[in-house]
Structure formats: structure tokens, C-alpha cells
């Protein structure tokens, strides 16, 4: 079974999936200018579609109304806006995101219950409805296969770049072909990050079997990404599955396990994307942390150096002050820690081992490293068999600008 990766946007159209753009001006911006803030995805009957939503308490409105509508029906359309989260608008913010869904299902004739609405951006600012309407109409007449490039990046806010990746794979001398889309690039952290993700396939996939697909995806990916440690209120991911290919992949089977690995894949170039693209970012940086007691163990670690503003501040500077690694791996609340068993690399280069300073440590090997955009830190605590792997990057000055501004 052979596979292809990210290929142009030539070959991302997936059978069953259209998608339409608008300029709402919902996003700051002209909106006579190319500053499309609004998509609308249209799933051909029949299409499975799983999800998985953000952790945080104060969910926003449309993701609320999103669970409602899978719980009711099979979604036939999907409605994203960004520059407005509709986040922390209590019933109003509820009453506009249904609207949103009946507008939708004016202009197509489905049922409200069938349309999810997904929104990005300023948390607190009621919805703009009167800029509803009439970009809905224009986003449901060039619904086009073709559109996925413009719907990346219709769904950005302070992303500078789209995130896309495609694949396709070769099962019984048949293509079956995986698109994926992604907004994100601040207030992430694992159990989603601040992210939009959309994903389809055409393939044929039961809805119990697409769902545990999209779980496994996920927590092997946009669940291993951190930016700043903050969980969004709208973090949702989709993954949509039309049946077109006629190719069904069933439980257990060869086959599906072939495809969870594809989507797998795509799901951890998405998120890298992401973290790539972190606000003001200027390093990917990967964190593998082995042999740990507990894989809780190793998230503990992980995220502790993940999250430490003196490392990241740190890899901003391409210095290799790898005490404060040092110091964040201390602080992780490891028990029993037995701190001599414990080895520290970046990429190749051994800083830590034993416990203490590596012996044929320098200073210029370590710069060497640091200064390059893409580095691994690697560190094994020498207690289990358990480890973990995740995805963070660097602080910039860019990023305090950046947040500071967002809403001037």
C-alpha cells in the first residue's frame, strides 16, 4: 500500500466535500479586499463525520450548539467565521450561533440541526449578524471541490501562513485520499490548542470506527502541542468521511490500520504547522522524554520544560543555557528521583549525563545546535519504559507584541 504526502493543492479535493468562501468583515480588515473570513463546508449525503472539542469550561457558544446538532442529526453543512470567538456571550452568543445555523439552512435547504458552527477569534464580542446573511449566500454559490486552498485561509486570524496537508493512499490498487486544514498559532496547549482543524477522506468508515480514528489522531498530535500553555474556549477538530471512493475500511482491519496511520501523520504535520507558525516563533522545538515510570510522568516532564519562559526565552536567544532545562526537569514533581540516572541531549549533543555536566560537553557544540530553527531536546530519566513525545517553540518579542495588540 503505497502513500503520498503533501502534494499541492492540485490534488486535496476530496469526492463529497465542497467548500465556499466569503468576506463577512468580521475579521479586521477591508473585506473589499482578499480577507476571506468566512467558509462553508458542504458534505455530500451519506458523509460520516467525527469530532472532538475543546477541554476548557467555558466551551464557546458554537461549540455548545456544534455537540447539540451531532447529537440530533448528520451534519450537511459546516459554517466557520473568524475575527469573533462568540466566546463568553452567554444565551445571546447561544441564539446568534443557532441563527447562524438557520441562515445556513435558509440558503440550502436543510434543517438548522444540520449545520455546525464554528467560530475563531476575540472572546467576549457578540457576533455581527447583519454581516451573516449576505456572506453566507455568496460562500454557498462558489462552493467549489477545488476551494480548499482558499477555505486554509479563510479560517486564519493571527496565523501567518495556512496549514494544509494531503495524502494519498493506494488500498486494493484504489486511491483514498486524506485532506486536512488548520488554523492555530497562539493560546495552545494540549487537549486541543487554540485550533480549528477540518479533515476529510473519502473513504467509506463507520461513525463509532471514524470517531476512535480522529481520538487516536489527535492525542498523537494536536493533543502534543504547546505554545503558551493556554487552552482555547473553541478548539474543535473534525474529521468527515464521504464514502465516495466506494473503498470501506473496517475495525480491525488491515486496511483501517494502514489509514490511521496516514491520518496520524497528517494530523502531527498540522500540528507542527502550528507550532512553526507560533505567534513570533523562530524554532520548532520537539521534546521526547523516555523511560519514565508513567507516561504521566513523562507529560509532567515534558510540559514543565515546555512551559518554562526562562527555556523558551532561552531558544529565542540561541543560547545554550542548558541549566534552565536543567532547573525545569528538577521542578517536573518526579518522586523518588534518582537525578544520577539522568541524561540531557540536544539533538546529538549529550549536555547532561549521570546527573551532571557531560564530559565532553562544549559550549561551541551546544551553540551549534541552538542555533539552528528545527532542534530536539532529549531527555531520559532512567526509571521505566514509558516516554512521550511533544511539540513546543520559542518566546519572541514578537509574541508579547503580538498579544499585547490583539485587539488594538
Not at 457578540?126 to 471541490?145: Q, T
Not at 502541542?225 to 473496517?250: H, P, R, V, Y
Not at 513523562?298 to 518554562?308: G, L
Amino acid at each position: 500500500m503505497a502513500t503520498e504526502k503533501n502534494i499541492g493543492f492540485d490534488k486535496f479535493p476530496v469526492a463529497g466535500i465542497r467548500l465556499g468562501i466569503a468576506c463577512a468583515g468580521i475579521k479586521k480588515g477591508n473585506p473589499t479586499l482578499d480577507h476571506s473570513d468566512l467558509v462553508l463546508f458542504e458534505l455530500a449525503e451519506g458523509t460520516q463525520t467525527a469530532a472532538v472539542f475543546t477541554q476548557n469550561a467555558f466551551c464557546a457558544a458554537p461549540v455548545s450548539i456544534s455537540k447539540k446538532h451531532l447529537l440530533e442529526s448528520s451534519p450537511k453543512y459546516l459554517l466557520v467565521n473568524t475575527g469573533n470567538a462568540n466566546a463568553g456571550t452567554g444565551e445571546q452568543g447561544l441564539s446568534d450561533s443557532l441563527s447562524c445555523c438557520e441562515l445556513v439552512a435558509s440558503v440550502t435547504g436543510t434543517e438548522a440541526s444540520e449545520v455546525l458552527p464554528f467560530s475563531t477569534g476575540v472572546i467576549g464580542e457578540y457576533l455581527p449578524m447583519d454581516k451573516f446573511p449576505p456572506a453566507i449566500k455568496i460562500a454557498y454559490e462558489n462552493l467549489s471541490e477545488d476551494n480548499w486552498e482558499n477555505a486554509a485561509n479563510g479560517i486564519l486570524t493571527t496565523d501567518t501562513v495556512a496549514k494544509a496537508f494531503t495524502q494519498t493512499l493506494k488500498i486494493h490498487n484504489q486511491n483514498i485520499t486524506i485532506s486536512g486544514i488548520a488554523k492555530g498559532s497562539g493560546m495552545i496547549r494540549p487537549d486541543m490548542a487554540t485550533m480549528l482543524a477540518y479533515i476529510a477522506t473519502d473513504a467509506k468508515i463507520d461513525k463509532a470506527v471514524l470517531q476512535n480514528c480522529l481520538l487516536e489522531a489527535v492525542n498523537h498530535s494536536f493533543n502534543r502541542i504547546t505554545i503558551d500553555g493556554d487552552t482555547s474556549t473553541n478548539d474543535s477538530a473534525m474529521l468527515m468521511a464521504t464514502g465516495q471512493s466506494g473503498i470501506e475500511l473496517k475495525q480491525n482491519s488491515y486496511e483501517l490500520v494502514t489509514f490511521q496511520k496516514a491520518l496520524t501523520d497528517l494530523c502531527e504535520e498540522l500540528a507542527k504547522e502550528m507550532i512553526r507558525d507560533g505567534e513570533g516563533a523562530t524554532k520548532l522545538i520537539t521534546l521526547v522524554v523516555t523511560d519514565c515510570k508513567s507516561e504521566q510522568e513523562a507529560k509532567d516532564v515534558a510540559y514543565t520544560v515546555a512551559h518554562s519562559p526562562l527555556v523558551k526565552t532561552a531558544f529565542f536567544a540561541s543560547d545554550p543555557n542548558w541549566g534552565r532545562i536543567l532547573a525545569a526537569v528538577g521542578r517536573a514533581g518526579v518522586s523518588d528521583f534518582d537525578l544520577s540516572k539522568v541524561n540531557i541531549a540536544l539533538d546529538d549533543v549529550t549536555i547532561v549525563c549521570n546527573g551532571g555536566k557531560a564530559s565532553d560537553y562544549t559550549e561551541e557544540r551546544g551553540q551549534a545546535v541552538m542555533d539552528k530553527s528545527d532542534i530536539t531536546i532529549h531527555i531520559d530519566l532512567g526509571r521505566g519504559d514509558k516516554e512521550i513525545k511533544i511539540w513546543t517553540c520559542d518566546f519572541s518579542y514578537d509574541y508579547v507584541r503580538i498579544n499585547a495588540e490583539y485587539r488594538t
